[in-house]
Nanobody
Framework: QVPLVESGGGWVQAGGSLRLSCAAS????????MGWFRQPPGKEREFVAA????????YYADFVKGRFTISRDNAKNTVYLQMNSLKPEDTAVYYC????????????????????WGQGTQVTVSS
């Protein structure tokens, strides 16, 4: 069973909004640091945002600051990525990921810090 399942992707015009969800099937979700990454066509996977287990601390890539918001609901075992003011360059497959060990935040932007990955959800932004 895949422990993480993303949803909420789709097609949107530039300037529009989407909210991605990532549901975890394991109870331990509430103590995991969670991250969102994306992989644009023909490019490597890149960090988007991360959130601490409590939701009290968040981290963002510079290119999404002020436009995207990461949040979580531990009662629902779900992490969200609210994406506003979308641009064509935001087109990518978006993945959620879980750091199950609670590593220091220094390298939360690195894919190797995460133990579980979802299958990804496609986001397409048209100009």
């Amino acid at each position: 069973q895949v422990p993480l399942v993303e949803s909420g992707g789709g097609w949107v015009q530039a300037g529009g909004s989407l909210r991605l969800s990532c549901a975890a099937s394991l109870r331990a979700f509430s103590i995991w640091t969670m991250g969102w990454f994306r992989q644009p066509p023909g490019k490597e996977r890149e960090f988007v945002a991360a959130i601490s287990w409590s939701g009290g601390t968040t981290y963002y890539a510079d290119f999404v600051k002020g436009r995207f918001t990461i949040s979580r609901d531990n009662a629902k075992n779900t992490v969200y990525l609210q994406m506003n003011s979308l641009k064509p360059e935001d087109t990518a497959v978006y993945y959620c990921a879980a750091d199950t060990i609670g590593r220091p935040p220094t390298n939360l932007h690195k894919t190797y810090e995460y133990d579980y990955w979802g299958q990804g959800t496609q986001v397409t932004v048209s100009s």
